[in-house]
């Protein structure tokens, strides 16, 4: 008769506990596709997931994790699995226990919800998540629960705290460091395990994305509170590519050689995360058999990291396109960025529209989804060759968000500080139509995002060294049928940090007073959008074909079979009337440059300077 085995907490005073390795990295070594719901296998395919766990077993894990980690409501919702979420998690604590024999211990794994995106929750909703998967699971008798592979210590203790009222077992808390000795939301790692420590963990270590020896690193220049077991489930190295082929590079007998490190350090339960295998978990229980556990010795010093003595730069700080329009009439031209290499004829023109008035430059970024030159680059060029301040647009299309937080940090150290956050059209409509579109994030979501950065904080979290002194535009498209609609979007990016707004244009003076009127809440300056017409075909494009613009039928008759310089002559005239009209209700204006005629858009700044000053002189 099998000897019953002892309290999780007793054997783990007494002895090294081995864990297990890793589910998902294994099924998909296995033939699984990516992409699937591992979880879900746990319905579909049990036999599977069974054998996962039964191979660990017998290659001597004495804790086994439950296929669990992303079995929560916003995870499987993804799937249309979100009525499946008790059935799943009680299946797979079903399926973990017939899988091993009665002397292992199942473990109920709790995964990040949040799980490395951008860290923007609503914490009552994830409280109720990680509730709702915790009850399934604690209701089906695990002898403990492991939160694992967080990397924010905010969103680990809020799931700890919502956790530990609802059991007395035991809860292990596993951070996942993207930098060793510190969690992405900036905290030391003695100062999370302490929290963690406080807010009732039984456990705290380090799982998944380091290797053993990163992981062994990090614990060495680390505190670890007394009362509290220290656990270790790192990955089987660095994900890398060879031949092709996305693996992971630690070998099984390398694995083995690291648990004795662990043990020194005195870790009580030792597994593998990503990449490891049943022979990585034979390899660690093969070096331990025998062993004593070993007593935690914390470092005599943590480690700081030392502030490096910086040349103190003067930063400039021009007066930015709010600061002006808040005090009087302000103009940001827009002129789109060469199609070509060449740039001499935009460099002219930019110059030109300097010298007539503008305020700003704005810079399309690839408008249309055809590929221009980067405005980033060119915006560098302008402001350094002829003094126009550049006001860059930002769309969420082009770049994931490492090349968006790279791409704002260029910005940074250029000293262009003002943009525009936009959507972007898609790429199919471009010149590249079998392209990606990104869209990793919304513009609500980077417009938050960029104030982070002027917090002095990483998109990840991470604290910077400096902070950044962005002014960011938000853009608002008046021609709707439902205006109410359009402001309460407009208000949300108010919300979300817009400090001023651009608007598509318009072609009417009853447009501009009911966008006035429709705006008059919104407390930060708003630009309107004053593109001249070219051309009749010009104007029936943008009222027929162009998603944000109408033109009123009586603008459309004037430019009837008008073509040229007489055509464009038509166009100024009639943009000179919509800007005495704009000029009483906005102290910002937003002139767009059409086909880069910016002859046109600098007789328009021309003509409001010159409004202005008289209205000043009369004054």
């Known amino acids: 008769m099998m000897k019953e085995k002892p309290d999780l907490r007793k054997a783990l005073s007494q002895s090294i506990l081995v864990g297990d390795g890793a589910m998902s ?7 699984i596709p990516v992409g699937v719901s591992v979880e879900e296998l746990c319905l579909s395919r049990p036999d599977w997931v069974e054998e996962v766990h039964r191979s660990y077993y017998e290659a001597g894990a004495q804790v086994i994790e439950t296929n669990t980690y992303g079995a929560n409501r916003e995870r499987l919702t993804r799937y249309g699995m979100e009525g499946k979420i008790t059935r799943i998690n009680r299946e797979a604590v079903r399926i973990a226990r017939n899988s091993v024999g009665e002397d292992a211990y199942v473990i109920g794994t709790i995964g990040s919800i949040n799980a490395g995106r951008v860290p923007n929750y609503d914490p009552r909703e994830y ?3 990680y509730e709702e998967q915790a009850t399934a699971l604690l209701y089906s008798d695990v002898d403990g629960i492991t939160l694992e592979t967080f990397l924010d210590l905010e969103e680990l203790l809020l799931s700890l705290e919502e956790i530990r009222t609802l059991t007395s077992t035991p809860i292990f808390a596993n951070l996942a460091l993207i930098e060793v000795g510190q969690t992405r939301d900036g905290y030391p790692l003695t100062e999370a395990f302490a929290a963690l420590e406080k807010a009732g963990a039984d456990g705290v ?4 994305r380091l290797g053993p020896l990163e992981i062994q690193r990090a614990l060495e220049r680390t505190i670890v509170p007394e009362d509290v077991w220290l656990t270790a489930y790192p990955n089987a190295g660095r994900l890398g590519q060879t031949d092709g082929q996305f693996q992971y590079k630690s070998t099984p007998a390398y694995f083995g050689e690291r648990a004795l490190s662990f043990r020194e350090q005195g870790v009580r339960l030792i597994g593998g995360c990503c990449g490891t295998t049943p022979e990585h978990v034979h390899e660690i229980r093969n070096r331990l058999r025998g062993l004593s556990p070993l007593s935690r010795v914390n470092p005599s010093t943590v480690p700081t990291i030392q502030e490096r003595s910086h040349e103190q730069i003067q930063v400039r700080n021009p007066p930015t396109v709010v600061d002006k329009a808040r005090k009087g009439t302000t103009i940001i031209i827009e002129f789109d960025p060469p199609k070509d290499l060449e740039i001499a004829d935009f460099l002219a023109g930019a110059r030109e529209l300097d010298k007539a008035g503008a305020d700003a430059i704005t810079l399309a970024d690839n408008s249309m989804a055809t590929v221009r030159m980067s405005n980033m680059a060119l915006g560098s060029i302008m402001k ?6 550049p006001l860059v647009h930002i769309t969420c299309r082009d ?15 250029l000293g262009m500080d003002q943009i525009l956050v936009i959507t972007g059209d898609p790429t199919r409509i471009g010149d590249l139509p079998g392209s990606s579109s990104i869209y990793d994030v919304n513009s609500f979501d980077l417009i938050r995002m960029v104030k982070q950065l002027n917090e002095g904080i990483s998109f990840s979290g991470k604290p910077l060294k400096q902070k950044a002194r962005f ?8 021609n709707v049928s439902k205006m109410d609609a359009a402001i309460r979007r407009l208000e949300r990016k108010v919300e979300a940090g817009a400090d001023f707004i651009m608007t598509q244009p318009v072609y009417d003076a009853a447009s501009i007073r009911h966008v006035a009127e429709a705006t008059k809440g919104v407390d930060i300056p708003i630009f309107l959008g004053i593109m001249p017409l070219t051309s ?13 613009v109408k033109i009123p039928t009586h603008v459309l008759e004037e430019m009837t079979e008008q073509k040229g310089e007489e055509a464009r002559r038509i166009g100024i005239a009639q943009a000179k009337e919509l800007l005495d009209e ?8 937003y002139l767009i440059t059409p086909f880069n005629y910016w002859e046109m858009t600098a007789e328009l700044t021309r003509y409001i300077r010159q409004k202005t000053n008289s209205l000043q002189v009369a004054y």
Do not use: W
Request: with cysteine.
């Open 536 to 548: 009749y075909r010009n104007a029936l494009f943008l009222h027929n074909e162009l998603p944000g």
């Open 471 to 478: 002014t960011v535009g938000a853009a608002f498209n008046p």
């Open 399 to 413: 770049r994931n968000l490492i090349g968006q937080q790279s791409h704002l940090m260029g910005l940074h150290a």
């Open 384 to 389: 350094e060759k002829t003094g126009a301040e």
């Open 25 to 31: 990295t294994y099924l998909y070594q296995q033939g």
């Open 205 to 208: 270590g380090l799982n998944c």
């Open 582 to 589: 704009a000029t009483r209700y906005f102290n910002g204006i």
């Open 127 to 129: 409280r109720d998540m």
